[in-house]
């Protein structure tokens, strides 16, 4: 079934080094692709989405490219604060249904 | 716009009891979601509605889970003789209809059973 396959974490940097959190997916057809991240207690919030090959989501500085040729979807941000420190999961819904589907979420911390 | 909310925000219990999570979705959102979340891991899929519709449950949800959402509004999630293996959040999310729509979470009801 259509699933994700997200880098390991944790992961850990200081401010405003380059990130790079690594999502794969396999799927059935085209779906859409989203980034949601979760700070600490809290819920998920969505980051960026892209609904077509080659789109671009970007948010906050935060981007990321639908590639369909190497099925990636890898979350990049040039330079992170202390603030972007929580959880990203990547996710895509489910062949043929609405559920979501997520990987299993890469924590990042940020020192300052 | 308010966001999806949910409450309790957290739900303490001992093993046996029975709960209940309510979830009100963005108002003009036709679809529901429930998921769970263990520690370190993603949300997992539960059940969703349209409207007042329940559409798709996972295999996830046994016969003490129930889940309403009677008149196409808030929802409730019902947990009966709850056990061990049920601690865990409980996230909410709604969206409007299509699978290009986001959706939209909640900040979960944590449920810690003692």
């Known amino acids: 079934g259509d699933s994700v396959t997200q880098m390991e974490g944790p992961v850990t940097l200081s401010e405003e080094a380059f990130l790079t959190i690594n999502c794969t997916y396999t799927?059935?057809?085209?779906?859409?692709l989203f980034w949601y991240v979760q700070y600490p207690g809290e819920g998920l919030q969505l980051l960026l989405k892209a609904t077509k090959a080659d789109d671009k989501g970007s948010n906050k500085g935060f981007e990321a490219t639908y590639r369909k040729e190497t099925t990636s979807f890898h979350l990049e941000k040039g330079s992170v604060q202390v603030s972007d420190s929580a959880v990203y999961f990547c996710a895509l819904p489910q062949g043929g249904s609405e559920k979501l589907v997520f990987g299993k979420g890469t924590k990042l911390t940020v020192n300052p | 716009d308010t966001g999806v909310s949910q409450d309790p925000r957290h739900k303490i219990t001992k093993r046996g009891q029975n709960v209940t999570f309510r979830c009100d979705p963005i108002s003009e959102h036709n679809r529901l979601y429930w998921y769970r979340q263990t520690l370190g891991q993603g949300p997992e899929f539960l059940t969703y509605f349209q409207n007042e519709a329940q559409l798709e449950k996972s295999r996830l949800l046994s016969d003490r889970f129930s889940a309403e959402r009677p008149k196409g509004s808030f929802s409730t999630l019902e947990i009966q003789r709850t056990e061990q293996g049920d601690s865990a959040m409980y996230l909410c999310a709604s969206s409007l209809e299509g699978r290009v729509q986001p959706q939209h979470f909640g900040d979960g009801t944590r449920l810690s059973i003692l």
């Open positions: 799927a059935t057809g085209y779906p859409s």
